[in-house]
């Protein structure tokens, strides 16, 4: 049976700067970082993952720059991305730093590879996005052959080939944990179980239910392609926020999160959040966990008792929150949150 492990996620939200032409908010915003994720590893968080993002709201564009960082602030914590935008990032490249980040850590990098949720990417390092899918599944392949053959031979049509040359240096064992991310595409499913690896399913609207199907059907195709069912992972991502109490915490996280949902929602469409819909979204069984350590609980069991979950990785650092009240989410979640599911899910059998 797999070992059951809780971390925590950020996409390193920052104010975008007054002058372009300099990086003082995301300075402070890459401080306050470390120190998120040394106060995870000094508490005993299992992992800790960063998105990368090509934007003037976030303050990480190189995830594995900022992992190789924390790997010599921290001692025994995983750092992983969350996620890499395969698609429009060179495999050679992402393996040679994500390797170097576990050589920094002693073993501790793992690499989450996804389409990404937005596209900036796409024009900045001249890749056409009408071959979105493409790139992912071919660049997927490459990866995973360099991950596993130091002198690879690959062929391909989104970049030059390789004929055994060396792709170096190596991680410690060689290969690096790679998962798949997605927000519940089938495709997504699929293709995880195809290549055999881990899943890690982003819940970030809609109700945890809705997600069960996508959850089985990784299984089956797990199952299909041969994979024992205990070496099947999943991996659930919530919004997650705790404070001291319910109203306490909804009350003072709620303006922070809705200029996040907002600003992402600009240009897609979407009618600004209203505290309604914030409330129904942090209702049981909604895709928001923010409230006391009891309510946070609960939350997260429910979502074990749905999904099974290997790995779960709540996102507590999130829009423009204040430094101090994610430090405080942080160490509610690594004290009290994390043991007390543990327990119940202990006694779930």
Not at 71 to 88: D, E, F, G, R
Not at 214 to 235: N, T, W
Not at 304 to 331: C, D, K, N, W
């Amino acid at each position: 049976m797999n070992t059951i492990e809780f971390g925590l996620m950020t996409f390193a939200d920052m104010a975008p700067e007054s002058d372009l032409s300099k990086g003082l908010n995301a300075q402070k915003r890459l401080v306050d970082l470390m120190e998120e994720i040394t106060l995870a590893d000094r508490l005993g968080v299992d992992v800790f993952g960063v998105g990368e993002h090509h934007r003037d709201d976030y303050a990480v564009s190189s995830p594995a720059t900022v992992l190789a960082a924390a790997a010599v602030l921290t001692k025994n914590i995983k750092l992983t991305s969350a996620v890499s935008v395969l698609s429009s990032e060179d495999p050679v490249r992402l393996y040679q730093q994500f390797a170097t980040v576990d050589l920094l850590s002693g073993g501790r990098a793992e690499i989450m590879a996804g389409r990404g949720s937005f596209t900036e990417s796409f024009p900045l390092f001249g890749y056409p996005i009408e071959k979105y899918h493409t790139l992912f599944e071919e660049k997927l392949d490459l990866l995973l052959k360099i991950n596993s053959e130091p002198f690879a031979t690959w062929k391909g049509t989104t970049r030059a080939s390789l004929q055994g040359q060396g792709v170096f240096p190596r991680a410690v064992k060689g290969a690096l944990p790679v998962w798949i991310a997605a927000g519940g595409s089938p495709d997504s499913a699929v293709r995880a179980a195809r290549h055999r690896l881990p899943l890690m399913l982003a819940i970030i609207g809609g109700r945890a239910d809705n997600f069960v199907p996508f959850i089985a059907h990784y299984r089956k195709h797990a199952l299909a392609e041969g994979l024992p069912q205990d070496q099947i992972q999943v991996g659930i991502n919530n919004h997650v926020f705790i404070g001291e109490s319910d109203q306490q915490i909804s009350d003072a996280f709620f303006p922070y999160y809705a200029q996040m949902m907002d600003r992402v929602g600009k240009d897609r469409g979407w009618m600004p959040m209203t505290r309604q819909q914030y409330d129904y979204m942090r209702a049981p069984g909604g895709a928001l966990i923010v409230g006391s350590v009891d309510t946070v609980v609960k939350r997260i069991v429910e979502e074990y008792r749905l999904f099974g979950f290997t790995r779960y990785l709540a996102q507590a650092s999130l829009g423009f929150v204040p430094h101090e009240l994610t430090m405080r989410s942080i160490e509610l979640y690594a004290t009290e949150v994390v043991p007390r599911v543990r327990e119940a899910i202990a006694k779930l059998g």
